[in-house]
Each structure stands twice: as C-alpha cells, then as structure tokens.
C-alpha cells in the first residue's frame, strides 16, 4: 500500500487495444486534421472556392473552457463550446467534397454521452450531492482517450466538445486513440483531500464498465493528477479482480506503469508549438 493505494509491479503485457481500427481511418484523419483544436492548416481549394485559403483553427481548449455556457451580450456571438466545434467541422468538411451527409454526421455526434448524480459523506459530516459527465465521441480508431476535470463550471456540452477536439488531436498526430472526456461539477479548493478521493471513486463506481482499456480511458486534466489517477485505477481495478487493468488509465504515478515526463508535457509541448509557429512565420 501507498498513501492509501495497492501497488502492482507493471508486467509487460501485449497491448492489443494500440492496434488501430482500419475503419474508415483514413476518411477521419483527413477531417480531424483539418478540424483540431489545435492550429492546423488546410492547403486545398474546397468546392466553390476560386483561391488558395489557409485556414486555422483560432479558438483553443483553454479558451472555450474558461468561457463554456456563456454569450457575448454586445455581439451575441454563441460561446456555446459544442456549438464552435460543430462549427470547426462544418468548416474543415467542405474541404473533402465526397463525403456522404450520413457519415458527416456520424462523425459528429459523440457515440456516448453519460451523466451520473451521486452522494458523498463529506469530512464535516454532510451529505452533498455531484454531478459527473462522461463523453465517448468516437472509437474508429481505438478506444476513447481524455481527461477528467473537477471543477465548479464543468458542463456536458463542454465535455462533448472536448471529447471531439480529443478524437480529432488523436487523429492529426496519428495514434489510434478515439476522443473522450469527462468532468465533475465541483470545487476541488472548496474540497478536502479526503472527499476528493470519494468523489472520484463514487464517480468512477457509477460509470462502471463504461471506461475500461478497450473501451475509454481516462487521464488527468485541470485539477485532476497522478494521484486521482491512481485512485481511479485502484478503483476499477477492485471492480474487476484477476485482470491486467493498469491500461484503464494513463497519467499514473510511476510506481504504478506510468509514463516519466508525464507530469510535465503539456507544458513542454507549449515551447514546441511556439518554436514550430515561429519557424512557419505565423507570429
């Protein structure tokens, strides 16, 4: 036991979910590159265009997420989060003209969306209720892959639109990962340590087999870390005894199979994408 956590010496195992899904792949890295979250230009002329256009995805995750749910009063302008990357795909599928209406929407529409409600005994004695979400837009190319965020202005249509910018960041760097996420209405600096860890293993028990290796993984995201991480393994791993379940979540602790440099790379790839942007002439 570790602060509170069984430990397991990671044995190598044959990781059969890493194999990609021939499905349709190569029709979804075209549309996903042309519709991540992150910048990335299009080079094509699409129907009805007479001119090279450069386009690039403007809006970012941080930015939708501190705006989720509201509206510009002075604009109108809809800040809806699901409603932009509906807008980004819309955008991106022009540019690959024989697509058929049906897969169109097939690709946009998220393959599971779950909302959860459950209570915890917090560390004063009450009982409070929360709300989790758990979004499973595509797993054409592997099993869904995203984080889990607690925060008080955590929403479902922003986690569907994470969710999507998750299929579509997978799809553009080329892993055979599908698109998740997932988020629970709270206030983690509200929140003691002790009914953190009961949110996250009641939220965990609620979505059940609904997460899994081969199904969705979950990872870290804004106040979540290898230590919730760890605690979702532990959890999951108690619900199913006997097998190899350390692949139901990445972003653990060390000790447990997780990755060196974990805690780190999101902010390391900050200067990559500002040196590479530099290089392209874009600032």
């Known amino acids: 036991m570790k602060d509170g956590v069984r430990t397991q010496r ?27 979250g992150v ?5 094509t002329e699409p129907p009805g265009m007479t001119t090279l256009q ?17 509206k510009s009063t002075e604009s109108g302008e809809d800040l809806n989060p699901f409603h932009i990357a509906q807008q980004q795909f819309d955008q991106a599928v022009r540019y690959i003209p024989h697509f058929k209406a049906g897969l169109i929407e097939f690709l946009k529409k998220p393959n599971r969306v779950i909302t959860v409600e459950f209570p915890i005994e917090t560390q004063d004695g009450t009982v409070r209720n929360f709300v989790g ?19 008080p202005d955590v929403t479902r249509d922003e986690i569907r639109a994470l969710a999507s910018w998750m299929t579509w960041k997978c799809a553009v760097v080329d892993v055979p990962f599908g698109g998740a996420k997932g988020g629970v209405v709270c206030n983690p600096k509200e929140l003691s340590t002790s009914d953190i860890r009961k949110i996250t293993r009641r939220f965990v028990t609620a979505l059940g087999d609904n997460i ?26 108690m619900m199913h005894p006997g097998r190899n379940n350390l692949p139901v979540v990445t972003g653990k602790p060390v000790h447990l199979g997780g990755s060196l440099g974990r805690r780190e790379a999101t902010a390391r790839g900050c200067p990559f994408a500002t ?3 530099l290089g392209r002439g874009l600032v």
């Open 10 to 36: 990671l044995e190598p195992r044959a990781q059969s979910h890493l194999r990609p899904t021939p499905l349709h792949i190569g029709l979804e890295s075209l549309v996903f590159t042309a519709v991540a």
């Open 39 to 43: 910048s990335v230009w299009v080079r």
């Open 54 to 70: 450069e386009t690039c995805v403007k809006v970012t995750e941080s930015q939708i997420a501190d705006r989720a749910g509201e």
């Open 133 to 151: 979400h758990r979004v499973l837009h595509s797993t054409v190319r592997g099993p869904g892959k995203g984080g889990i965020r607690y925060h």
């Open 212 to 237: 899994g290796p081969h199904t969705d993984i979950p990872a870290p995201d804004v106040n979540t870390n290898e230590g919730t991480m760890a605690r979702i393994y532990d959890t999951y791993d």
């Open 275 to 277: 040196e590479h942007a």
